[in-house]
């Protein structure tokens, strides 16, 4: 099975520029699950959709939006970037079976906002 | 709430163990256990479950005290393989968020 791809790989944007970056999963997995990892503060954990609804969140301003289409593909978008923003971002997919799953990381997207 | 572990960062040589714990101040349901490689994704390395008991492959296992709200993750004469940062992650209640810890850096040397 192919594993969880993201794309682009890396991305350089500026101050006040939006930004979308997309997850796909693994094949048969529905959540999608989104964390932002920067050396400070290790993976920050921003949402998780399910079936096309976001099912848990995390404690980020509202220029951090997602969403899941019905193939379980994902993207994220952030409005407004600011310098704190640049970090990777890491998808992760999962089944889920309705016990404890495990995730499977992409490699990431690392965003660098100038 | 994002679990603490310690330490923050170990270095070994190889064939000597090492000891990384993950504590939460809320009642977990699930620990999972990732390693994560320089420029690389996490990799999952076990779960454990609310309820269950001490879990392992090859060299390296892990415990879950739900009393004390805590996990350890157990390595075994390390290898060189074992480098990497290791993040515990927690969930609270089932199909809750998973929130990862800081992460661990272990580095084992020759």
């Known amino acids: 099975k192919a594993g969880v791809t993201q794309t682009p790989r890396y991305l350089i944007k500026t101050r006040g520029q939006q930004v979308t970056l997309s997850c796909s999963p693994i094949?048969?997995?529905?959540?999608v699950s989104w964390y932002q990892q920067t050396p400070g503060q290790g993976l920050q954990f921003l949402f998780e959709?399910?079936?096309?609804?976001?099912?848990n969140k995390g404690n980020f301003p509202g220029r951090f939006s997602g969403r899941q289409f019905s193939n379980s593909r994902s993207e994220m978008n952030v409005s407004t970037l600011e310098l704190g923003d640049s970090a990777l971002y890491l998808c992760?997919?999962?089944?889920?079976?309705?016990?404890?799953?495990?995730?499977?990381f992409g490699p990431g997207t690392r965003l660098t906002v100038l | 709430q994002q679990p603490v572990q310690s330490p923050q960062a170990v270095i070994l040589r190889e064939g000597e163990d090492a000891v990384i714990n993950c504590s939460s101040s809320?009642?977990?349901?699930?620990v999972h256990w990732y390693r994560q490689k320089h420029g690389e994704a996490p990799v999952f390395l076990m779960i454990?479950?609310?309820?269950?008991e001490q879990k392992g492959h090859d060299k390296i296992s892990a415990s879950f005290n739900e009393k004390k709200q805590q996990s350890s993750l157990y390595l075994t004469a390390s290898q060189l393989s074992y480098s990497g940062t290791y993040f515990c992650?927690?969930?609270?209640?089932?199909?809750?968020?998973?929130?990862f810890g800081q992460g661990t850096e272990l580095s084992v040397k020759p």
């Open positions: 992760a997919s999962s089944l889920p079976s309705g016990a404890p799953d495990t995730q499977y």
């Open positions: 094949s048969g997995h529905r959540s």
């Open positions: 959709y399910f079936s096309e609804t976001q099912r």
């Open positions: 809320k009642a977990l349901y699930s």
């Open positions: 454990l479950l609310k309820g269950g």
């Open positions: 992650g927690t969930e609270n209640n089932q199909g809750g968020k998973l929130i």
